[in-house]
């Protein structure tokens, strides 16, 4: 063929079932995407506030080998420990944040993810005094408002910790 005599070919319009599975893939790599941005987030918050509390279970003479799990580790500070720096509302706040970051990493149930999150939401407003800071919980996606609650626990632990180191070097 000469050419100047190119034909311009026109691509086929797609069918309605390639139509369809463009829009179900678009879809399914958005959830995968927000999953994946979700589960990042929030195993990646958990593991730094873990590591706080091996800190403070290390100050109070544990060995943290002893509480392999998030909930064991929590049941001692929280039960045995107690420090007053802490609380219950705020133990009872990084455990409902554990139970997203479960439902997170052995189930994807992304209904009870949602469950979940909006625990984590409704106890981290009840400890939450009227203000800016309340209606930016209000407004955060549950994957924010999961980790913010987690990093804002994370703060008492290590305010604990220090508290521990500085008494007992008072004591020494």
């Known amino acids: 063929m000469a050419e100047d005599q190119w034909v ?17 893939h678009k879809r399914s790599m958005e ?22 509390m091996i800190g403070l279970l290390e100050a109070h003479g544990r060995d943290p080998q002893r509480f392999f799990y998030t909930g064991k580790k929590i049941e001692e500070l929280r039960d045995k ?9 705020i133990w009872e706040l990084l455990s409902l944040c554990s139970h997203v970051r479960n439902e997170l990493v052995h189930s994807l149930n992304t209904v009870k993810i949602k469950e979940k999150s909006d625990k984590v939401r409704e ?39 220090d508290a521990k180191i500085a008494a007992d070097k008072k004591k020494a």
């Open 8 to 24: 311009m070919m026109e691509e086929p319009e797609p069918t309605e079932q390639q139509r369809l599975f463009e829009e179900t």
């Open 31 to 52: 959830l995968v995407r927000r999953i994946e941005h979700m589960m990042l987030t929030i195993v990646k918050t958990q593991v730094i506030i873990e590591g706080f």
């Open 81 to 89: 420990i107690d420090p007053p720096e802490v609380g219950r509302p």
């Open 123 to 161: 106890a981290y407003l009840a400890l939450t005094p009227d203000g800016p800071r309340k209606q930016g919980i209000k407004d955060m996606d549950d994957t924010n408002v999961v980790a913010d609650a987690l990093r804002h626990s994370g703060g008492f632990i290590v305010i604990a910790t």
